[in-house]
């Protein structure tokens, strides 16, 4: 009895590792009994399924990273919204690179001075947050609580805690003694801008070679009728200022009609244009006196044309007896001046 249990078990062995090593022995109720899968791919359920590498799932025929991928994200089909990216399976707010995901707001690390550099890493109140750091504005030091500019600052002159005194104020670093009121100082010295041709209205701001500062502006005194010949001194109404002197350009010979338009010899100045009297017909004796239609100015005097001044009096030297043929030539007693002749 025990002999035929032992052979019945050494032919049901035999014919199991027949099966499966020659003959594709079948399970009809399994669906993926007859189903051969290409190499990668394992059935599942009847159908050929896509093996994927480890961290990756099969979703759909695709393997997918499901804690990076915003078209399944932590599992299949899980679709994060358009303004989220997915982190760590988890679908979070797309801060761009710009920006950072702190909590639930993009936020810009590199100025915010709550979130400075990271998240939660807020600045003190003193500090601004610049590129990612906590500092203080440029041109400034931090010193204790505080920012300020040692150029300037009489309490942390030069360097942090350095005070100057009362009567010293901090100038590029250094305690000096205060200015004057209405003083500047430049330089490292205190000037008055109202005068100093080298920082007129303020420092830095030089006066040409030709120029001087008056009340604060750069003047020509040699030319500005508001400050002619030295600062303040204004011209009278209708003067000019020439060579630092007022003038009337309509009167001066020296400058005649315009600056340096000098008249010669015997011109005088008539409104602004030299002219000599003596012969001008425009300005005969004076400056004015216009000789009318038929007359010529002879030595200052209007005589009608064809006559000549002798002693001041206008003679035709063709018929007067006292000036015949010439002024100052008579005729004798008894005589008479006929074509410029004594007969």
């Known amino acids: 009895m025990l002999y035929r249990s032992l052979r019945w078990i050494r032919i049901g062995l035999w014919s199991l590792l027949f099966c499966g090593l020659f003959v594709h022995c079948s399970n009809?109720?399994?669906p993926c009994s007859k189903i051969t899968c290409p190499q990668g791919s394992t059935c599942n359920n009847g159908e050929c399924i896509r093996q994927c590498d480890n961290g990756l799932t099969n979703c759909g025929g695709t393997c997918f990273d499901i804690?990076?991928?915003?078209?399944?994200c932590g599992a299949c089909n899980q679709r994060c919204p358009f303004d989220h990216t997915c982190k760590d399976s988890k679908c979070v707010l797309d801060c761009g690179n710009a920006q950072t995901l702190c909590g639930t707001t993009c936020i810009d690390?590199?100025?915010n001075p709550q979130h400075c550099g990271a998240c939660d890493k807020a600045c003190p109140s003193h500090l601004q947050c610049i590129r990612s750091t906590c500092s203080c504005q440029e041109g400034t030091n931090e010193c204790g609580t505080d920012c300020v500019n040692l150029q300037d600052d009489s309490k942390h002159c030069g360097s942090c805690n350095n005070a100057c005194k009362n009567e010293e104020v901090c100038y590029k670093g250094q305690c000096l003694a205060k200015c004057e009121v209405r003083q500047l100082r430049c330089n490292g010295t205190c000037i008055d801008p109202q005068t100093n041709k080298a920082h007129c209205g303020e420092c830095l701001l030089a006066c040409a070679s030709f120029e001087s500062c008056c009340g604060g502006g750069c003047v020509n005194l040699q030319s500005d009728a508001r400050n002619c010949g030295e600062c303040g001194k204004v011209c009278k109404e209708g003067e000019s200022c020439c060579g630092g002197t007022c003038v009337d350009l309509n009167e001066s010979k020296?400058?005649?009609?315009?600056?340096s338009s000098r008249c010669i010899g015997?011109?005088?100045?008539?409104?602004?244009?030299?002219?000599?009297?003596?012969k001008d017909d425009k300005n005969c004796g004076t400056c004015g006196t216009d000789c009318s239609s038929g007359k010529s100015c002879q030595r200052g005097v209007c005589c009608d044309l064809g006559t000549t001044l002798c002693s001041n009096t206008c003679v035709d030297l063709?018929?007067?007896?006292?000036?015949?043929g010439e002024?100052?030539?008579?005729?004798?007693?008894g005589q008479s001046c006929k074509s410029s002749t004594c007969q």
Do not use: M, W, Y
Request: aromatic residues 2%; negative net charge.
């Open 28 to 30: 009809e109720n399994d």
């Open 67 to 72: 804690k990076t991928s915003v078209f399944h």
């Open 109 to 111: 690390i590199r100025i």
């Open 254 to 259: 020296e400058h005649c009609g315009k600056c």
């Open 266 to 278: 015997e011109e005088v100045c008539c409104t602004g244009t030299c002219a000599e009297l003596a």
């Open 318 to 324: 063709k018929s007067d007896d006292q000036h015949c």
């Open 327 to 333: 002024c100052n030539k008579p005729c004798p007693q």
